[in-house]
């Protein structure tokens, strides 16, 4: 018997354990936790499935009881069904006694102003009652219809009471019109060559009508010509002897020196006049709007 011969040796690949697995393995060793761990694993792995079991046997529906059935059923019986009148929607026969107008023919009529009307309070307060012929043509062929109308009242002229003025009202033979007036307070300073200050009394002055010069007619610093249509404030022509102007006013017109202000009522304006040292302070209290009566025309 022949011997066979022995064949090359095998040489199995030598495995490793990480080191970080097995110093974990050796310290559980240890610490005698290895049956701990192999618990949980079990746990991790059992627990899946007892859920999966328990909740396909909770899940099948409870049978139906037969008590639910006749209580339905009583429910359902309460209901009525109603039929439904087709003739309430229909629109000729819900607006049979409606008519048709004709946007084109004129309803409201005044009656003409005859020369024989009466005049005074009795035509202002009266009203006249016309008769206006309105078309209704409907599906069904109606003849018109003759409807009364009620015209609003005719205001008669008032009597002649003398020729008026522009833009105001007329009281007998004179025409009033109407302006702004200012009432204004000014208060004069003067600057001694020592250096004090003499203060004057304050002046008020009311109802002060364009145009007019302040603070008087001989010592002319502003003159007054009426206001701003737009704003409501008062304007002011500024003296070419005012040589500084101090205050909140606004100027309209000038380029060096301002020609024309723009007062605030309330904020007061200082001007100085030359060299003396002499300045006025002027403040507009308020503006009102006045009547001012003119006198009559002379008989020619």
């Not at 030598?14 to 097995?22: F, M, R, S």
């Not at 008020?204 to 701003?228: C, D, F, H, S």
């Not at 040292?277 to 009102?288: A, D, E, Q």
Request: charged share 20%.
């Amino acid at each position: 018997m022949k011997r066979l011969k022995k064949g090359p040796e095998l040489k199995m690949p030598e495995l490793k354990v990480p080191a970080a697995l097995a110093d974990l393995f050796y310290d559980l060793h240890d610490r005698r936790l290895l049956p701990f761990v192999a618990l949980l694993v079990v746990a991790i792995v059992a627990v899946p499935f007892l859920l999966a079991n328990s909740g396909s046997s909770s899940s099948v529906p409870a049978p139906a009881t037969a008590s639910s059935v006749p209580a339905t059923a009583g429910r359902t019986a309460r209901f009525t069904v109603t039929q439904v009148d087709p003739g309430l929607r229909v629109p000729r026969k819900r607006l049979a006694k409606r008519h048709a107008k004709d946007p084109f023919i004129q309803r409201f009529t005044q009656p003409p102003v005859s020369a024989g009307s009466p005049t005074g309070e009795s035509a202002a307060t009266s009203t006249a009652v016309t008769e206006t012929s309105v078309s209704s043509e409907t599906t069904s062929g109606s003849p018109a219809v003759v409807v009364p109308v009620e015209s609003t009242p005719v205001p008669s002229s008032p009597p002649n009471a003398g020729s008026g003025g522009a833009g105001g009202a007329t009281t007998g033979a004179n025409p009033i019109t109407y302006t702004w007036a200012i009432d204004v307070k000014v208060m004069k300073t003067t600057t001694n060559p020592d250096g004090s200050k003499e203060k004057g009394e304050p002046e008020t002055r009311e109802r002060i009508l364009p145009p007019a010069t302040l603070p008087a007619k001989k010592t002319q610093v502003v003159a007054y010509i009426g206001v701003n249509p737009v704003t409501e404030k008062p304007l002011f022509l500024v003296s070419t002897e005012v040589t500084s102007v101090f205050g909140e006013a606004k100027c309209v017109a000038g380029t060096t020196t301002c020609q024309l202000l723009e007062m605030e009522p309330t904020f007061p304006e200082t001007f100085s006049i030359g060299e003396a040292g002499v300045t006025y302070k002027i403040n507009v209290l308020s503006v009102n709007r006045v009547p001012v009566p003119k006198p009559a025309p002379a008989a020619k």
